[in-house]
């Protein structure tokens, strides 16, 4: 099986090889399954597969449990004995330990190497997805990123963007004329999600230097591919950061590597954890574009699969990309859990040795029922299969195991310190500084040298006079009753229309009287 990983044993006594061919992995897969029922343990055994065949993985590590990746098993674990025997049990003879070689990455910095990208590689769809917008707030960021780039105004972190706004705000009148409607209430909601992100650690996504891709796709000397793993555990309490920022790198890759066709093996494999978060409450738009993404990105050899709980958490379209399927059990509690484990079956070639609706109820944990994809790209048969054990340990490593990980990590200092060159804030400070001090500079030369006639009045005026300015109004006297300012208001009627009506009334009674 040089040509394929695999998965465990299906048929009859879970006798027959169960395998995923390397050739159609870029042709993406699902991974589903109610909690507890082995979801996680599956992604381990094929990260540690698709890395022992040379291939680069990236996935989420959302519960911590996935670090052990970097670690090997040992035989004094409590489940060694289970372990070998369902080895035996399903012909995988050449099961050992042996962990994998591990990159770890959080994009807070603490648990792994600091992941940044900058606002302007985010661009204003992934951004406003990220913030929640409207689409009026929606048009005015596109508005920011279009005068971005004609005022050679470089984004790269949270503060150049909120300096941009401001300065989007301070000239809306003109702006207006030119792209719409530039309200202040919008920029002003835009600046207050800004806030919020920046308070839920997002600002540290965004800045220099930012995240290589070809630091994702690396191999060890001996060939293995590296598993990046990504700290997730803290960034699920932020599930719009945590899928915007995974749909960047997705749409990243598919904009920067080139295209391979069909290849042997693919370049990368993508593992999207928890994937219902890319697409609650998403719009349209974000959908096509990662039913796009999903279509286009297979001829750059890289495979996407998602991992969920229920298959229906994925929209039809996208889930009808995704070729090899690993389904664990599904609960069937409510109505709608029975539809939707209909609805999982349907979506199997049907094995006649069972119900395919039945077996997805009924398998225990650490089963599943798969279907991969056979020759010429065609479904396989839905089995129901036992699958294999892990090689690396199961469950996370220590804190401190993690920390002496990265202290030798090829990637140790390249992201670790911040930097933060000159940039739309710098800029728009340096204008606003500008500007101050030639106003200053013009205040302080009309005071030293007035015009001729302030020089001429200045000199000629008597010590109680006053200075009339040069508007056409006459200069008002105080009021000094309640009479005058009654008076007044009655003059200011009569010059109006309704006192125009007035005395036109009076007069057309005169002429009429005669």
């Known amino acids: 099986m040089q040509d394929k990983l695999f998965i465990g044993g299906g048929g009859e006594n879970y006798a027959d090889p169960q395998a995923l061919?390397?050739?159609?992995?870029?042709?993406?897969?699902?991974?589903?399954?109610?909690?507890?029922?082995?979801?996680?343990?599956?992604?381990?055994?094929?990260?540690?597969?698709?890395s022992n065949a040379g291939v680069p993985v990236i996935l989420s590590d959302v519960k911590g449990d996935l670090s052990g990746l970097a670690k090997s098993g040992s035989a004094t674990h409590k489940l060694h004995d289970a372990f070998t025997s369902r080895a035996?049990?399903?012909?995988?003879?050449?099961?050992?330990?042996?962990?994998?070689?591990?990159?770890?990455?959080?994009l807070y910095g603490q648990q792994g190497h600091p992941v940044r990208t900058t606002v302007a590689e985010m661009g204003p769809l992934l951004l406003a997805r990220l913030l929640e917008l409207s689409e009026a707030q929606e048009g005015i960021l596109n508005i920011a990123f279009r005068l971005a780039d004609e005022?050679?105004?470089?984004?790269?972190?949270?503060?150049?963007?909120?300096?941009?706004?401001?300065?989007?705000?301070?000239?809306?009148?003109?702006?207006?004329?030119r792209y719409g409607n530039v309200?202040?209430?919008s920029i002003g909601a835009i600046q207050r999600r800004l806030l919020v992100l920046e308070n839920q650690g997002g600002a540290q996504l965004f800045g220099e230097p930012a995240l290589d891709l070809a630091d994702l796709m690396r191999c060890t000397a001996d060939g293995q591919g590296m598993?990046?793993?990504?700290?997730?555990?803290?960034?699920?309490?932020?599930?719009?950061?945590?899928a915007t920022f995974l749909l960047w790198l997705l749409s990243e890759?598919?904009?920067?590597?080139?295209?391979?066709?069909?290849?042997?093996?693919?370049?990368l494999v993508f593992f999207f954890d928890e994937a219902h978060l890319l697409f609650d409450d998403a719009p349209k738009a974000l959908i096509d574009k990662v039913e796009q993404v999903a279509r286009l990105i297979r001829s750059k050899g890289v495979g996407i699969y998602f991992i969920t709980q229920n298959p229906a958490d994925v929209p039809e379209d996208i889930l009808g990309q995704l070729g090899n399927r690993?389904?664990?059990?599904?609960?069937?509690?409510t109505a709608r859990d029975r539809r939707n484990l209909r609805m999982a079956a349907e979506t199997y070639r049907e094995n006649p040795r069972f119900s395919t609706e039945e077996a997805i109820r009924e398998v225990g944990v650490g089963e599943a029922v798969t279907s991969m994809l056979q020759k010429k790209g065609i479904p396989g048969v839905?089995?129901?299969?036992?699958?294999?054990?892990?090689?690396?340990?199961?469950?996370?490593?220590?804190?401190?195991?993690?920390?002496?990980?990265?202290?030798?990590?090829?990637?140790?200092?390249?992201?670790?310190?911040?930097?933060?060159?000159?940039?739309?804030?710098?800029?728009?400070?340096?204008?606003?500084?500008?500007?101050a001090a030639e106003a200053e500079v013009a205040e302080e030369a009309a005071e030293i040298a007035p015009e001729p006639m302030a020089r001429e009045y200045n000199a000629g005026r008597r010590y109680s006079g006053s200075r009339v300015s040069r508007s056409s109004s006459r200069r008002m006297k105080p009021r000094d009753s309640f009479a005058s300012a009654m008076s007044e208001a009655v003059i200011k009627e009569l010059k109006g229309t309704t006192g125009r009506r007035l005395v036109r009334g009076i007069l057309g009674g005169l002429f009429k009287g005669r």
């Open 382 to 435: 839905v089995e129901r299969t036992l699958i294999r054990p892990p090689s690396s340990q199961l469950g996370p490593i220590t804190a401190a195991e993690r920390a002496a990980f990265l202290q030798t990590s090829d990637m140790a200092g390249k992201y670790d310190q911040a930097q933060d060159r000159r940039s739309a804030y710098e800029i728009l400070a340096e204008r606003a500084a500008k500007a």
């Open 326 to 333: 690993i389904q664990h059990a599904l609960r069937a509690f």
């Open 151 to 177: 005022e050679g105004l470089a984004l790269l972190d949270l503060k150049d963007l909120q300096a941009l706004l401001v300065w989007v705000g301070e000239n809306r009148a003109q702006l207006s004329l």
């Open 253 to 267: 890759l598919f904009e920067e590597l080139p295209e391979v066709g069909d290849p042997d093996k693919p370049k």
């Open 183 to 185: 309200s202040t209430a």
């Open 88 to 106: 035996d049990k399903i012909g995988f003879g050449d099961y050992s330990y042996h962990a994998c070689p591990v990159t770890f990455w959080d």
């Open 227 to 242: 598993v990046n793993i990504l700290a997730a555990d803290k960034l699920m309490a932020a599930p719009g950061l945590y």
């Open 21 to 50: 061919t390397l050739k159609y992995a870029n042709r993406h897969g699902l991974i589903a399954g109610a909690t507890g029922t082995g979801k996680t343990v599956t992604l381990q055994i094929l990260a540690e597969s698709f």
